[in-house]
C-alpha cells in the first residue's frame, strides 16, 4: 500500500473509534479494512454487559465487509488511545487470517504514532482451512 493509501485507511479507523461501544472497559477501538477494490469498512468494539459477548472492532469491520459482498483485502487499521499500540487479539487474528489471509496490519494511536506489520507475523504457523483437509 502506499502512504496516503495507509493513512486514509488509519483516518478511517480513527473516525470509526468515536463510535466504539465500550462502555464496560471504556478501552475505545477502531478499525478499518480495505478490499482489494479500495472499499473500506470501519468497525467498533461493541460489548456487552455479558462480557464474553463483545465483538471486538476488526471482527466487526470484517463481518460488515463480508456482509457487503467483499472477499479479497489489503489491510487493515486498528487504532485506539494507548502509547502501546494495539495489535488484534488472538481471535480476531485468526478469523481475519481465514477471510484475509496475508494482509497488511497497521496500528496507529491518537498521538499519531504507526506501526507496519504483516498478519503472517502476528500469527505464525496459522491454523486455516489447509488443516481441515
Ligand atoms: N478489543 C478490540 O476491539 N480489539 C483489539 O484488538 C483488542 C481488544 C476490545 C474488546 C473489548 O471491548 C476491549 O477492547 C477491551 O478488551
Redesign the pocket.
Known amino acids: 500500500m502506499t502512504t496516503s493509501s495507509r493513512e486514509r485507511l488509519i483516518a478511517a479507523a480513527r473516525e470509526a473509534r468515536e463510535h466504539a461501544c465500550?462502555k464496560y472497559?471504556g478501552?475505545r477501538?477502531g478499525a478499518a479494512l480495505e478490499d482489494a477494490k479500495g472499499r473500506i469498512f470501519a468497525g467498533v468494539?461493541v460489548?456487552s454487559s455479558s462480557y464474553g459477548l463483545?465483538c471486538?472492532?476488526?471482527r466487526t469491520a470484517l463481518f460488515s465487509a463480508l456482509t457487503a459482498g467483499s472477499r479479497a483485502f489489503q489491510a487493515i487499521a486498528?487504532v485506539t488511545d494507548t502509547a502501546r499500540l494495539?495489535?488484534?487479539?488472538g481471535a480476531?487474528r485468526q478469523v481475519l487470517w481465514d477471510y484475509c489471509g496475508d494482509v497488511e496490519v497497521l496500528l496507529a494511536n491518537l498521538a499519531g504514532q504507526t506501526e507496519v506489520h504483516s498478519l503472517a507475523e502476528l500469527l505464525p504457523h496459522a491454523f486455516d482451512e489447509d488443516n481441515l483437509r
Open positions: 465500550a472497559s478501552f477501538v468494539n460489548e463483545t471486538c472492532a476488526e486498528v494495539t495489535p488484534p487479539c480476531c
